[in-house]
């Protein structure tokens, strides 16, 4: 009876994302073998479906490898994905490196304090990222607000916008949340008598911190680490606004041939690339992830 | 054992803060300015905001977006709702894997691939891109993080109430309405509000999805960040974050909100002001 309920209340929400969230990975693969036409939709061979069984042999026909060979070729994909493994890879260690303290210092407050800070740093992953980046803009561009610190400060300027070093702080700014969340969650789900047990036996609370805190708080920084790296590699908006013409992301790249270049194809291959880089981090946190134990 | 905050804990907790609401902010004051120039304090005015008033196509956009955005939220909890029901209750039903591998990735795809994928879904079935196209794409990505915060708490709702209903002569369907439902009804509003908020800045997988005569105000907002930074910018983008905000707090009040133990022994001995509050059939 259970069990079929179960199933019974999947059925509908698992069909909504079966038809599109699933099969449209399948046309991905299906254009990523086309290549572009000048027709709308702008690429060949076009699946004909009152052609029967013939029309589908002569789609499958019209099926080539050469928009990979040309990812291969031009050295322009291999550098957006090398400098986006290498960006989000930078970032996810920043985002370690600032968010344990924050997390820590959070779990060191009283119940209340805590249920209120955590909000205050949920809040901004909730309002969106496009304006948040915006903001940044107004505060490093060459006349902008850092600037006018600097220089009230008598310190030389500082020009990062439109480099890949505000790219990465961009990175670390829009996910730190991302970050924290993960991190709190375990550290706030720590037994305090494990603590007080190594406390009693004689470690001191720099000791209980190494030897006991952190190890048990690494599952939450790599469920962090693969939060924020996933979507960092396909980030589109921040190596937008912030990197310069030299930023080679591969959100941007995707989004550059698809919008700027009207090249489909190509943009499909780019995609199911990054994917099926992105596959294994992604089965990891889908084993993390849980609803229910 | 020490358990209040150091001072590395409190400053390490404060620069985070300041990290994060500096930028916000800093764009908030700047949109009561009245110069011209984003970045030049030139006295305080409402100036933008009443530039907004008369700016059409923007106005035009937040009317697109809101409604976009109740549509699909309403879509993504309903569906949300079922789809975390089968995951906390269903057992291990046939191709409960996939399913849960469906709930769940698009939480960590990028939009870029989302946004791709659903245009691409739209050219095969021939649907014309546009109002319809997006909501049905921001219903599909937010009806994940509906599923996770209606998860949550089914989690640690007691089933036997439930049943204890159908025992008592109530159908499935009808004990599920008159004793779940309730139990869980902060959640599902937290997750309309998360799922609103989404839909609400989601630039990427709109302008994907969307065609001529359909433009969001992400969208809207993006063509004009391109152009630089302008104080109608700041206006508009304060107001978002004000009413995004709001609806965040006010979901994460209502899932907050202590649940009564829905055991009844436990409800008598664990009496609160906030027992007096929750909802309860």
Redesign the interface.
């Known amino acids: 009876m259970?069990?079929?309920?179960?199933?019974l209340?999947?059925l509908?929400?698992?069909l909504?994302?079966?038809?599109?969230?699933?099969?449209?990975?399948l046309?991905?693969a299906k254009?990523s073998l086309s290549h572009t036409a000048l027709a709308m939709?702008p690429y060949a061979p076009q699946l004909d479906l009152a052609a029967g069984w013939p029309g589908l042999v002569e789609t499958v026909r019209g099926f080539d490898l050469a928009t990979y060979r040309r990812l291969i070729d031009d050295p322009l994909y291999l550098k957006a994905f090398a400098s986006s493994l290498g960006l989000a890879g930078a970032a996810t260690g920043l985002l370690l490196l600032?968010g344990y303290?924050?997390a820590?210092?959070?779990t060191?407050?009283r119940p209340a304090t805590r249920?209120l800070?955590i909000?205050?740093?949920?809040?901004?992953f909730?309002?969106?990222?496009?304006?948040?980046i915006?903001?940044?803009?107004?505060?490093l561009?060459p006349?902008?607000?850092l600037n006018?610190a600097l220089g009230l400060l008598g310190l030389p300027a500082l020009n990062i916008l439109n480099t890949n070093a505000a790219v990465l702080l961009g990175l670390v700014?829009a996910y730190?949340?991302f970050m924290?969340l993960p991190l709190y969650a375990v550290l706030d789900r720590q037994d305090?008598a494990l603590?007080?047990a190594a406390?009693d036996l004689g470690a001191s609370?720099r000791q209980v911190f190494w030897r006991v805190t952190f190890p048990l708080s690494l599952p939450g920084a790599a469920a962090g680490a693969?939060?924020c790296f996933?979507?960092m590699?396909?980030?589109?908006?921040i190596p937008d606004?912030l990197g310069g013409s030299g930023t080679l992301m591969?959100?941007r790249t995707?989004?550059t041939e698809?919008?700027a270049n009207r090249d489909?194809p190509t943009?499909?291959a780019v995609?199911l690339v990054?994917?099926a880089a992105?596959l294994i981090?992604?089965l990891l946190?889908?084993r993390h992830?849980?609803?229910?134990? | 054992m020490s358990r209040g905050p150091t001072l590395f804990n409190r400053v390490s907790v404060a620069l985070g803060l300041v990290f994060l609401y500096a930028p916000i902010v800093l764009l908030v004051v700047y949109s009561f300015n009245d110069g011209r120039l984003a970045t030049v304090w030139a006295g305080a005015s409402l100036r933008w905001y009443r530039a907004l008033l008369n700016d059409a196509q923007m106005l035009d956009a937040v009317w697109v977006s809101l409604r976009v955005g109740v549509l699909a939220a309403s879509l993504a909890t309903v569906l949300g709702a079922l789809a975390a029901v089968a995951l906390t209750r269903g057992g291990r039903f046939r191709g409960r894997l996939g399913f849960s591998a469906m709930v769940y990735a698009p939480l960590v795809m990028p939009e870029v691939i989302l946004g791709l994928s659903l245009l691409l879904l739209f050219v095969a079935l021939d649907l014309p891109r546009g109002f319809w196209t997006v909501v049905l794409s921001h219903a599909t990505v937010t009806l994940c993080y509906a599923a996770v915060v209606i998860g949550a708490r089914l989690s640690s709702f007691d089933w036997t109430l439930e049943d204890a209903a159908r025992d008592l002569g109530r159908r499935p369907l009808g004990a599920f309405l008159a004793v779940t439902l309730p139990n869980i009804a902060p959640a599902v509003g937290a997750a309309w509000m998360l799922a609103f908020a989404l839909s609400l800045d989601d630039l990427v997988i709109a302008s994907f999805a969307s065609g001529p005569g359909a433009t969001t105000l992400p969208m809207r907002l993006y063509s004009q960040v391109r152009l630089g930074v302008n104080p109608e910018i700041n206006a508009v983008s304060s107001l978002i974050i004000g009413g995004v905000g709001a609806a965040v707090a006010a979901a994460w009040l209502l899932q907050s909100r202590r649940t009564a133990p829905t055991r009844p022994s436990l409800r008598l001995r664990a009496p609160g002001p906030s027992c007096a509050r929750s909802p309860r059939s």
Request: charged share 10%.
């Open positions: 259970r069990r079929r309920r179960g199933g209340a999947a509908v929400p698992g909504w994302l079966a038809l599109f969230f699933a099969f449209p990975f046309l991905v254009l939709p600032i303290p924050i820590y210092g959070v060191r407050f249920r800070l909000l205050a740093i949920a809040l901004p909730w309002t969106s990222s496009l304006i948040r915006y903001a940044w803009i107004a505060i561009k006349a902008g607000l006018k700014y730190l949340p924290v305090a603590l007080e406390q609370p693969l939060l996933i979507p590699v396909g980030e589109f908006v606004l591969l959100g995707i989004w698809f919008f489909w943009a499909s995609a990054m994917l992105l981090p992604i946190v889908q992830a849980r609803v229910a134990p």
